[in-house]
């Protein structure tokens, strides 16, 4: 009877310990616009991610459709099943389309939610609105949080579905209330609240709801820096948080040369929690300001971190200007603001923040590139990446997928490099074609005649836990890892330590935005003027059609100024013109016939030499018959070689 009367006050216990891990549905939107809340541990709980990825290793992710399903029922193609109470957090895909998708919730034979592919991307369709939804750089995404109770199918009715990923949350031992639309109807004001905050154009501290009531102290200081000193911004030996971090400079950040080093200890530790260049920790691409998040950025001027700082005893923070030998570096001044609170860490459910920079040029031949790779417990909640490829061709290395290893087991597997940053289709024009920002994720910068680019993503309510350790890497490269560039990347972390020297020490050449000196323009990729008689059509490239005469000016601009090499590659063909080229008043090459009894591609050729500079990188065909209503002219690509 002893041990019975355990076993049932241990199984009440129990009970009582379950029921009371109640999921909270609006509170898993409201955390979509909840910072404070990142601190703060999650156990018992798992992130993972279905995806359309080439299990084979190969770069077929979706093209062919064959690994974007797990099987076959007679309704249509399963892209999902689900065991177990969760929610799902996110769902991505370039490629929408009007077929029906079906969610079949705990093991219902009717589906609970209906709706057009396309249309939980639309921002138009309850409860999957804008901006928590939607589309740009070439993805459409949804952060919808979507509950089940005890499982959820989800079933594609079209015949074909191609790229796309789906991450989850697997809540053991919780209640949920699984979606219902009439559940989701309950909750549009905190649908409204979020989505309003993610439509800020120009983030702010006060914005978000933790901070409307948080009595927060502010301090500033105006630092100026000359090469080789360091500027304290913030040092205080209370238990407190930092829930504001804000830099003001025009330019005392911008350039090729990113000498200055954003620098935080908290408690004393061994290893700073924060060392890396101003530059990276906001998001800037190749010397310029870029990323303009809801939590980190910068506009105007204005350099911004609403990620909390949360520590235990003391904090110091500090930015270091790094001295370069035989440099005529400048004196650097802007003006750092925090603002914090007297409100020591929850030791027990909170970690504090960690930021590890790496840079690799040329990182080992088949081998990931390292986001992370941490020994111990936390959670993972963001990633900048700048990527420059050593090749003057198309940035075929961003083809390259991102893999996550959560305690020794593989959760997460992605589709592509811009993918992983809610994108899509690199080089195609209104998707992955420049820098653009939206609140969570984004390109940094896209140009395919540096043969470069760049993205950041932000984790809130997916935020990824880990009780042991995680590794995150990406590919560079198609497949095999194999190809050559140069990487750079800031993992954004919670730990109750630095978890050992996760990134690496920015210091000397590892500062510097190493210019490529080859440049590749594809002609049907850039901005085209035409004069005369001339017509172009952008096929294998550019065709230009004369009758009899006319030019085209090619914009070549983005390139550092300097002396080129100008090469051409073109096609021969029974019916070719007859072509000169120039930049602006001056002649790069004589007349060239592209005339020939058979068609051939001509490769490199050598047209000659020229200074371009910002104002001056243009170069113009002129094009006119030749013998025979030979009217023609197909170029395929035209490449520069910078001069020493």
């Known amino acids: 009877m002893k041990y019975l009367l355990v076993l049932l006050t241990l199984s009440c216990l129990i ?124 993805g459409f995404y949804t952060y919808f949080p979507i509950p089940f109770a005890k499982s959820c199918k989800i079933v594609f009715t079209g015949e074909k579905i191609m790229f796309h990923q789906i991450q989850y949350r697997m809540l053991p031992g919780q209640s949920v209330s699984t979606y219902t639309e009439a559940g989701a109807r309950k909750l549009s004001g905190a649908i409204e609240e979020v989505n309003a905050i ?40 209370v238990p407190g948080r930092i829930v504001g971090l804000e830099l003001k400079s025009d330019a005392a950040f911008t350039g090729l040369e990113k000498d200055l080093v954003l620098q935080a200890t908290w ?51 500090a930015v270091k200007y790094h001295k370069r030998a035989g440099t005529g570096q400048v004196e650097k001044q802007f003006t750092a603001v925090v603002h914090w609170v007297p409100e020591a860490r929850d030791k027990v459910m909170e970690g504090k923040f960690y930021a590890s920079w790496r840079r690799e040029i040329e990182p080992e031949n088949g081998e990931y590139y390292t986001f992370a790779n941490l020994k111990g417990a936390g959670h993972y909640v963001g990633t900048t990446f700048l990527t420059q490829g050593l090749k003057a061709e198309m940035t075929l290395f961003f083809e390259g997928d991102d893999s996550t290893r959560v305690d020794g087991k593989m959760t997460i597997h992605g589709t592509g490099s811009e993918d992983y940053f809610n994108g899509g289709w690199y080089a195609i024009p209104d998707r992955w074609d420049k820098g653009i920002s939206l609140p969570i994720h984004g390109s940094l910068d896209y140009s395919v005649r540096m043969a470069r680019t760049g993205g950041y993503r932000f984790y809130l309510s997916d935020k990824i836990p880990f009780e042991e350790e995680l590794y995150m890497g990406i590919e560079h490269g198609p497949e095999g890892n194999s190809y050559p560039v140069d990487y750079t990347s800031v993992a954004y972390y919670y730990s109750d330590s630095p978890l050992g020297r996760a990134g690496m020490v920015p210091e000397g050449e590892l500062l510097s935005t190493v210019l490529p000196k080859e440049h590749t323009f594809y002609p ?69 016939s592209s005339k020939k009894p058979e068609e051939k591609l001509v490769k490199d050729r050598k047209l000659g030499e020229v200074y371009f500079t910002a104002q001056t990188s243009t170069l113009t065909f002129h094009v006119k018959e030749g013998d025979g209503a030979s009217n023609h002219l197909e170029i395929k690509k035209i490449y520069l070689v910078r001069k020493e």
């Open 15 to 138: 009970s009582t310990s379950l029921s009371a891990q109640e999921f909270d549905w609006e509170a898993e939107i409201m955390s979509l616009a909840r910072p404070d809340l990142l601190p703060t541990y999650r156990q018992g709980t798992m992130i993972g991610q279905v995806s359309s990825y080439d299990t084979t290793g190969g770069n077929d992710d979706g093209f062919n459709g064959t690994y974007s399903y797990i099987r076959k029922e007679e309704d249509g193609l399963v892209l999902a099943d689900f065991d177990g109470p969760g929610v799902i957090n996110r769902i991505w895909t370039p490629t929408p389309t009007a077929d029906t998708l079906k969610f079949y919730f705990d093991g219902n034979d009717e589906p609970g939610l209906v709706i057009r592919f396309e249309d939980l991307f639309s921002g138009q369709v309850y409860p999957f609105l804008r901006p928590m939804s939607g589309n740009e750089i070439g």
């Open 198 to 237: 993610w439509d800020i154009k120009k983030p702010q501290l006060a914005a978000f709801p933790n901070a409307k009531d948080l009595d927060y102290q502010t301090t500033e200081k105006t630092i100026r820096l000359t090469p080789g000193e360091s500027g304290e911004i913030f040092d205080k030996s």
């Open 267 to 317: 408690d004393g530790e061994s290893t700073k929690a924060i060392d890396v260049p101003v530059a990276d920790f906001f998001g800037y691409a190749y010397g310029t300001p870029s990323m303009r998040g809801m939590l980190m950025g910068s506009y105007d001027g204005f350099h911004y971190c609403y990620l909390p700082f949360p520590y235990d005893e003391k904090a110091n923070i």
């Open 524 to 592: 049907e990729l850039v901005d085209v003027q035409v004069n005369g008689s001339l017509a172009i059509e952008r096929k294998r490239g550019v065709q230009m059609t004369c009758s009899p005469d006319g030019q085209a000016r090619f914009e070549l601009d983005g390139i550092p100024e300097g002396m080129y090499e100008v090469y051409l590659s073109y096609f021969e063909k029974p019916d070719g013109a007859d072509f000169e080229v120039w930049q602006r008043q001056q002649r790069v090459s004589d007349w060239i």
